[in-house]
């Protein structure tokens, strides 16, 4: 092996000048903001908290946008909405101490969901709490101190990064944003101490950023042995989940699947990832008893980005009796459920492999297995008197425009829409999935909305989930984000407010719809500027147990 490179590695004469006549009272903050924009970063997201004093200024010097939430969680779910969307790795400020602990539900979620953010926060002291670092005095704020917090972010983060002194700031960082990126993305935690922040610094103007995010290909003597079982296989059906998504392979899902002849489901996290109308296509019915039939019965299934887990396993009901390949890029998502050839791998790449592996596999009947099976479900649901349901669900998709992110809470009308709506494109529909925290819709949407405020964003609540993230109706109508948000009428408490009222009362318009006027109220909404509140207040319910068992 050689180390010889061609890189050019003399700095730049505009990097050379930075260094060498850097601008006064630069502090470590000042690092970590230069480092952040060094990397690529544009927009930082923060909560009200006590993070290091002159952030927001450093935040000003470089040019990077600051998008303030009220509420920690809140600013953590809009941080992991704008990783999922943009693809990049989002930055978090959180507070000093404790207070730390309220993004912890938040980056949860987004360690399920594999959304890239960085959060950094500063810890009250270097030398443990209750001591100042070398040439500082005792911090005193007993009420910050918190033993070990990074261990308590390592059991739901992707990886941290303990910083310790000024010179290590640039490389941790950078170290941790490549770790959000590499695949499986997820989030990571970068551990300040607040005097190696409040510090003035030696340490040059940061000018250098790039980082080389690592590739997951599938070994090839499991690629070989995939496509062998793909190819002989009479009844090869495929499940594909949210890493199809991430990786950006619902084109390679699609050649495949017509290549092998093979039947798909989408998973809730896999929306869009094939096409709703395609023939070979079972859209989201995954906990259908009709279509778990179709996949149990399968010689081979391919299962693509999905660990299985409760939402697409009929709540564990889901027994296939074929031989299963799962590719993962979450090595512990990995065969946790079922039994398989497990290949541990980016979605895309393994999907590429297939295809330069696999033959050509003929089978004119799987178009017909598939219609049997869509009209089975049609005929399930039409049996339980839900026309209702359906046709809130319809109105939503005939306001959306195709393309449209929206960002769901755990509500009745999320769970039909995870089996029923037709998302149009991948990535278009977000979910709590991994914490299942209700609140998440309306500040994810907002994150997606300072993602890219050109186009609207809808956010989906039930009316009393709805009360978690009432305060972000501050945020939105301060940043003017494009984010319309629908309430729902759950009642699971029985009491709520007026949300048209108090929507209004924070400077936000707000309309009163039904299930006749729903389209064109939300498409309304939709195509204006600026934030807004449609109030549904009809009870929508459930369809009764779609799986065995």
């Not at 290091?52 to 809140?74: E, K």
């Not at 941790?172 to 993305?185: G, R």
């Not at 042995?225 to 009844?235: N, P």
């Not at 395609?278 to 693509?304: F, G």
Request: aromatic share 4%; hydrophobic share 45%.
């Amino acid at each position: 092996m050689t180390h010889d490179h061609d890189l050019v590695l003399r700095p730049t004469a505009a990097q050379t000048e930075a260094a060498l006549d850097p601008p006064p009272g630069r502090t470590g903050t000042d690092l970590v903001v230069e480092t952040l924009a060094a990397l690529g970063a544009t927009t930082v997201f923060g909560a009200p908290g006590r993070p290091a004093p002159g952030v927001l200024d450093a935040l000003h010097r470089t040019g990077l946008r600051h998008v303030g939430l009220r509420t920690v969680c809140d600013a953590g779910f809009a941080a992991d909405a704008y990783g999922r969307v943009t693809g990049e790795a989002a930055p978090l400020l959180v507070p000093s101490g404790p207070g730390a602990l309220a993004a912890l539900a938040a980056l949860q979620e987004a360690r399920a969901a594999s959304a890239p953010v960085l959060a950094i926060g500063g810890q009250v002291t270097g030398a443990g709490p209750g001591h100042g670092g070398p040439g500082h005095p005792r911090d005193l704020s007993e009420l910050r101190e918190l033993p070990d917090r990074d261990g308590v972010f390592r059991g739901v983060v992707k990886s941290v990064h303990p910083v310790r002194t000024q010179s290590q700031i640039p490389s941790a960082i950078a170290e941790a944003w490549t770790s959000a990126l590499t695949v499986p993305h997820g989030p990571v935690w970068v551990d300040v101490p607040r005097h190696v922040l409040l510090a003035e610094t030696p340490v040059p103007v940061v000018t250098g950023g790039d980082t080389f995010p690592e590739e997951l290909p599938p070994r090839p003597e499991l690629t070989a042995v995939a496509a062998d079982l793909l190819g002989r296989a009479e009844r090869p059906a495929i499940v594909a989940g949210g890493g199809v998504v991430r990786a950006d392979a619902s084109g390679k899902l699609r050649q495949l699947a017509e290549r092998i002849q093979a039947p798909v489901v989408t998973t809730s996290g896999g929306k869009g990832a094939f096409p709703w109308t395609h023939p070979l296509s079972l859209r989201s019915w995954s906990a259908d008893r009709h279509t778990a039939e179709l996949l149990e019965d399968a010689d081979v299934l391919l299962v693509i980005g999905s660990g299985l887990g409760e939402l697409s396993s009929g709540a564990g009901t889901f027994e296939p009796r074929g031989r299963i390949v799962q590719i993962q890029a979450d090595l512990g998502k990995l065969e946790s459920h079922h039994p398989a050839l497990g290949i541990h791998a980016d979605a895309r790449l393994a999907l590429q492999a297939l295809l330069e592996t696999v033959g050509e596999r003929r089978d004119e009947a799987a178009p017909e297995r598939v219609r049997a099976v869509l009209t089975e479900a049609r005929a399930r649901l039409a049996a339980q008197d839900l026309t209702l349901e359906q046709d809130v669900v319809a109105a939503v998709r005939e306001a959306l425009p195709t393309g449209t992110p929206s960002f769901w809470d755990p509500t009745v009308l999320t769970c039909w829409a995870w089996s029923a709506l037709d998302a149009r494109a991948p990535g278009a529909m977000h979910s709590a999935q991994g914490a299942g925290v209700p609140g998440y819709g309306f500040p994810a949407a907002l994150g997606a909305a300072a993602a890219d405020p050109t186009r609207p964003v809808l956010a989906v609540s039930g009316d009393d989930g709805a009360l978690h993230a009432v305060a972000e109706l501050a945020t939105a109508r301060q940043y003017d984000l494009n984010v319309t948000w629908l309430v729902t009428g759950d009642g699971g408490h029985g009491t709520g407010p007026d949300h048209v009222a108090l929507a209004e009362s924070f400077g936000v318009p707000g309309v009163r719809t039904s299930p006749q006027t729903l389209a064109a109220d939300l498409a309304k909404a939709l195509a204006a500027p600026g934030p807004s509140v449609v109030v549904l207040p009809t009870a929508l319910r459930m369809p009764a147990q779609a799986h065995p068992g």
